[in-house]
């Protein structure tokens, strides 16, 4: 069955560190994948989305990430981590019949004053 | 592009209620989704509609569960005789889908509270 997983679920980090985001996945076709940012009570916005081409994409707010047929994986990175940056990640992604998207359980990232 | 509108945003209700959600989607989004979010998970997919037809429903929805979408713009999504299990946010999200993956927007979402 398809899946994403996200191994992290909480982490910290002091800002103005870097930071990476572990999302792995498990489908057989080419992946369409997303990362999602939610602040409390919030809807999801979205990051940034990996459909094909270069496998380095470049999001919102500073955000990239990289796309690893390999590792099956789809990292999210930042280099400077703000304090706004606070809030629930979600990476996901498209079944391959596009009839739904599926999530992750979501990673969330405390930051450091 | 006013994006995607759920009303309402909080709802508190007591076990045995009834509830509506509504959901306007963006305009020309031709599908729309319904997800349930507990807290601390992941958006859990429920329903989906291409047009007005409803073209899947997961194993998440119960009988007690019925969604609408009847001329293919807004939606309802109402729960009956609810549960404290009901208990989560509802999120919907719209699509212009075509052909093969498109990028969900979503709505702010409905919190359901059942006491």
């Known amino acids: 069955a398809q899946s994403v997983t996200q191994p992290d679920i909480h982490i910290t980090v002091s800002e103005g560190a870097s930071l990476e985001l572990r999302c792995n996945y498990s489908?057989?076709?080419?992946?369409?994948l997303f990362w999602y940012v939610q602040s409390p009570g919030q809807g999801l916005q979205l990051l940034l989305k990996y459909f094909s081409g270069d496998t380095l994409v470049q999001g919102i707010k500073g955000f990239e990430a990289e796309f690893k047929r390999s590792q099956s994986s789809f990292n999210l990175r930042k280099p400077s981590v703000h304090w706004s940056d606070a809030a629930e990640y979600f990476c996901a992604g498209w079944g391959t019949s596009y009839d739904k998207v599926i999530f992750g359980p979501g990673t969330s990232l405390s930051v450091i004053p | 592009d006013t994006g995607v509108s759920q009303n309402p945003r909080h709802k508190i209700t007591k076990r045995g209620q009834n509830v509506t959600f509504r959901c306007d989607p963006i305009s020309e989004h031709n599908r729309l989704y319904w997800y349930r979010q507990t807290l601390g998970q992941g958006p859990e997919f429920l329903t989906y509609?291409?047009?007005?037809?409803?073209?899947?429903k997961s194993r998440l929805l119960s009988d007690r569960f019925s969604a609408e979408r009847p001329k293919g713009s807004f939606s309802t999504l109402e729960i009956q005789r609810t549960e404290q299990g009901d208990s989560a946010m509802y999120l919907c999200a719209s699509s212009a889908q075509r052909t093969g993956a498109n990028v969900l927007t979503f709505g702010a979402g409905s919190r359901l509270t059942v006491l």
């Open positions: 489908y057989g076709a080419t992946p369409y």
């Open positions: 509609f291409q047009n007005e037809a409803q073209l899947e």
